[in-house]
């Protein structure tokens, strides 16, 4: 498994404390700025100015578009950072940035610039455990034609997606999901083989 790397930049002080939170990054469209890779990296930099500590990056990885056939295959990759926001200040932050690089938003699920997905901040269970648990459950079709519409977290589909999962555990292994009680690596090896295969590190692809 490739190493994350480890970053130690300084972050503007708030009279919020710093929060731990988790990201996962997407792309398969070029940007304003370039390539899906070049996309992500120019997404983390923008994290830091606006006052990120990023903790570790997970490894690249090419990953085939979901749904199945959605599109040219995504750059995945996560991100471990601190940083003095809320859960909204974050959400609304990662959308400011998906729009800086030139993300639309006309199609759920579609194909785009910028995925950058809020995963958890802490061990918070947002808005409450009830809703959580009907959004965790909610059946493939609904859920692509439903949008919540409140933040949701931990993520409710986190434990189903190995283009999650899989960079996830380069950066935040032994991340237990407050709802499941299962650590990041835990969710990653329950999922099918064939899943996991799927997503390959781009250094792979060369």
Same mark, same amino acid.
């Given at each position: 498994?490739?190493?994350?790397?480890?970053?130690?930049?300084?972050?503007?002080?708030? =009279?919020?404390?710093?929060?731990?939170?988790?990201?996962?990054?997407?792309?398969?469209?070029?940007?304003?700025?370039?390539?899906?890779?070049?996309?992500?990296?120019?997404?983390?930099?923008?994290?830091?100015?606006?006052?990120?500590?990023?903790? $570790?990056?997970?490894? *690249?990885?090419?990953?085939?578009?979901?749904?199945?056939?959605?599109?040219?295959?995504?750059?995945?990759? $996560?991100?471990?950072?601190?940083?003095?926001?809320?859960? $909204?200040?974050? =959400?609304?932050?990662?959308?400011?940035?998906?729009?800086?690089?030139?993300?639309?938003?006309?199609?759920? %699920?579609?194909?785009?610039?910028?995925?950058?997905? &809020?995963?958890?901040?802490?061990?918070?269970?947002?808005?409450?455990?009830?809703?959580?648990?009907?959004?965790?459950?909610?059946?493939?079709?609904?859920?692509?034609?439903?949008?919540?519409?409140?933040?949701?977290?931990?993520?409710?589909?986190?434990?189903?997606?190995? *283009?999650?999962?899989?960079? &996830?555990?380069?950066?935040?292994?032994? %991340?237990?999901?407050?709802?499941?009680?299962?650590?990041?690596?835990?969710?990653?090896?329950?999922?099918?083989?064939?899943?996991?295969?799927?997503?390959?590190? =781009?250094?792979?692809?060369?």
């Amino acid at each position: 498994m490739p190493q994350a790397q480890d970053h130690g930049e300084k972050s503007d002080s708030s =009279l919020n404390p710093p929060s731990s939170l988790l990201l996962a990054l997407g792309a398969n469209l070029t940007s304003n700025v370039g390539a899906p890779e070049i996309t992500l990296r120019a997404a983390l930099e923008l994290l830091k100015i606006r006052g990120a500590v990023i903790r $570790a990056i997970s490894a *690249f990885y090419s990953t085939p578009a979901f749904p199945a056939g959605n599109g040219p295959d995504y750059v995945n990759a $996560a991100a471990r950072i601190s940083a003095p926001w809320t859960a $909204a200040q974050a =959400l609304s932050i990662c959308h400011e940035i998906e729009e800086e690089l030139g993300r639309s938003r006309a199609m759920r %699920w579609g194909q785009r610039t910028l995925d950058l997905d &809020l995963i958890a901040v802490g061990d918070q269970v947002l808005p409450d455990p009830q809703t959580h648990a009907r959004w965790r459950n909610l059946a493939l079709e609904e859920q692509m034609e439903q949008v919540p519409q409140a933040l949701i977290l931990p993520h409710p589909r986190l434990h189903e997606r190995a *283009f999650v999962l899989v960079p &996830l555990a380069d950066v935040a292994p032994d %991340w237990v999901h407050p709802v499941l009680g299962t650590t990041v690596l835990q969710m990653r090896d329950a999922l099918d083989s064939a899943d996991l295969a799927a997503v390959r590190p =781009l250094a792979a692809e060369t």
